[in-house]
């Protein structure tokens, strides 16, 4: 059977600077080496498919493989059922990609008033973070065409004429650009596994391929497919300068899976475009258990360069044009629980100083489930009647996230370093670059949390009834009864064997500001602001740092970056109620978009003097609003010319559509100009005067400013 290269979905590891014990050598042309465990117990198989193309990668499958068995195989141990209860699957084949997609025109919709414009209108952006480095979205426009995701097309507007110009049949699209004439779809196509168990055999999709399809839109009616590239890996992002896009995902670095009845690790490579990414360009962090990947392409040539990185799962991307910053947190959090679990079992006195010792050294050597099946049978005995009950565990712990820094020029990057800070991101506005004379800096808003273990564990015993049963003895004629008393144990309790959970709990929060300078040191930092709140909301405007915390209220704070070495809080402001999203509308003027108990909330905090902050305006939706902007800030429109505000609303779970609100940051005035009822209603964009409210079936165009209806293109 042929084997190939496995490929799956990356998931958070990082690495713990434990060597294993054992060292991988070449043995047969599928190279399987055993990490010894007792006779009976399963086997921890490393595979490595064996080519001589794959010798250039030895060293780092190697590395690879010794941080999985702590990241990924060792955490089982923190559910007692985790071990064994996978099926027993055996990977026989990978089947390729879909076919080809295509366009198809379709008949014309016209809406009631046609729209000409001699040459280019001005029209809306897509709400971005740093100016120069646009970002997908599922609407875009050019002034001249919108383009629309769904589920399986891309719907081509031609807004010019208020009609339907084509479809693109292409499924699985999470982002588009427009630039040009060309349309740029970012997609995740599924792989299919083909897993089989004895007979029976079983279909899993992954969503593991990433691409990027090009098409020429210079006729909206008739879109030309050009070109596409794709790599193996979860999409993460992109970004776009200029003309050269910049596309990024990772992958696991490798897989654990079941091989007869023997747990079998295979590490991985990326593959670009069916090709394996070349030794040369894959660089290491110091973390091994995801690649990431980032595609360069020039959208002028369809020239491409490939480079992967292993670290860890992609959480967060910020771009500056020539730099990318890529991070990841931690996930160490399941391997620390599982040393708290097994430290906290020898402070009870349920395993000795010796066995944990002999455990931690089955772990680093692979012999997991030898570990799991001894420690099942210690908890059976040391807890020997019914068993509810759970224990609350600290954890020595503290959250961490690293970031991969990249020096970009067109096609090329070049790796800048890792840094790390203590705590979590909660999105990209929470990191950001500024200036300080000549020197550069990135500023980082985190939030660290102290966890608890908390073990659950159930034994359950019952008593069993006394039984008899009648025993007759004939000899002859003679006949002799009498009964025998049965006991199904001889104490007349059975008992099921003992299970255990292990939850993860964050016990205590607080928020650090870490500033980095251009050699990605860590120069200076604010801790403890807020203690037992969350960063909800960050947002830098020049070298003012505004981050709102939530947990009751919503404090607003100013801190002062303007000397990197001595960051300041500058004020706070306790409001109720928290924000979301932050947006500048005016030097002094800054937009909140949160929630007040049930209400859709939108601020307008006054900020000219940041030491005495206050909250000018507020508008309060009623009741039970949500919005997509809490969780994508690509989802609001605001318009300075005509001064209005349009996002998507959800009110009491079933009426949808877009809330248009006025404002004027002079004259601290929020209003509410309509509520526009539009199912799975998704973007608002403008061209020229008129606004369209783009939803998923139909797009409702208005006259600006007075907003008045003008039709609706459906689709």
Sequence with gaps: MDRK????????AFSIGVIIPFTILPTTPYQKTTVAGTPSSPRLSILIPQTPQLEVYRDLLDKIVR??????????????????ASPQLDLIRVASTGSLPIAV????????????????????????????????????????VIAIVRDKDIVVVDALNGKVASYIYINNVRGL????????????????????????????VYPVLVEVVVYDLKDPLNPIYKYRVNFTGVFAGSRLVGNYLYVIGYMDAYRLWDQGGDRALTPLLPIVN?????????????????????????????????????????????MVPDRLY??????????????????????????????????????????????????????????????????????????ETAFLVLDINGLEASQRGVFKVP?????????????????????????????????????????????????????????????????????????????????????????????VNNELNIVSNLTELAPGEKVYAARLLKNILYLVTFRQVDPLFAVDLSDPYKPRVLGYLKIPGFSEYLHPLTESKLLGVGRENSALKISLFDISNPINMSEAAKLLLKDYVDSEVFRDHHAILIDHRYKYIAIPVTIAWSWRGFAIIEFDAEGN???????????????????????????????????????????????
């Design 177 to 204: 650009y427009l630039v040009n004439n060309d349309l740029i779809a970012l997609r995740e196509e599924p792989l299919f596994y083909i897993l089989g168990s004895n007979e029976l055999k079983q279909s899993i």
């Design 105 to 144: 025109v379709t008949p014309e919709t016209t809406v009631s008033h046609l729209l000409s414009y001699s040459e280019q209108p001005e029209y809306s952006k897509t709400n971005i973070q740093v100016a120069g480095v646009d970002e997908q979205d599922i609407v875009k426009t050019n002034g001249r």
């Design 67 to 84: 941080q999985a068995i702590l990241t990924t195989y060792a955490p089982s141990l923190l559910n007692s059922r985790g071990l064994w």
């Design 5 to 12: 290269v496995i490929l799956v979905i990356g998931i958070l």
């Design 326 to 399: 890529i991070a990841w947190s931690n996930p160490l959090i399941n391997y620390i629980a599982l040393v708290g679990l097994l430290e906290h079992l020898h402070s009870k006195g349920v395993i000795s100083e010796l066995k944990l010792y002999e455990y931690m050294k089955m772990i680093e050597e692979g012999r997991v489930e030898e570990v799991g099946k001894d420690l099942a049978l210690t908890l059976d005995k040391y807890y020997n009647a019914t068993t509810f009950h759970e224990e609350y565990i600290p954890l020595n712990y503290t959250d």
């Design 423 to 515: 705590g979590r991101v909660l999105d990209q506005f929470a990191m950001e670059e500024y200036h300080v004379g000549d020197e550069r800096f990135m500023v980082v808003a985190t939030t660290i949390s102290k966890y608890v273990a908390v073990v659950y564990y159930n034994k359950y015993c019952r008593v069993e009834p006394s039984q008899v049963v009648t025993v007759e003895e004939v000899r002859g004629e003679e006949r002799t009864t009498r009964q025998v008393k049965l006991n199904t144990t001889q104490s007349g309790l059975t008992c099921e064997p003992i299970s255990w959970f292990t939850g993860i709990q964050s016990s205590s929060t607080v928020n650090n500001v870490y500033i």
């Design 274 to 318: 069916g090709e394996p990414i070349p030794r040369e360009n894959i660089s290491e962090t110091g973390a091994y258990s995801s690649y990431v990947i980032l595609l360069s392409l020039d959208l002028n040539s369809g020239a491409y360069t490939a480079k992967a990185y292993l670290g860890g799962g992609v959480e967060w991307i910020y």
């Design 669 to 715: 005035i929020l209003k509410l100009r309509e509520l526009v009822k539009l199912d799975s209603p998704m973007r608002a964009v403008y061209i020229d005067n008129r606004l369209y409210l783009v939803a998923y079936s139909k797009t409702i165009t208005y006259q600006l400013p007075e907003l008045r209806y003008l039709g609706e293109i459906s689709y």
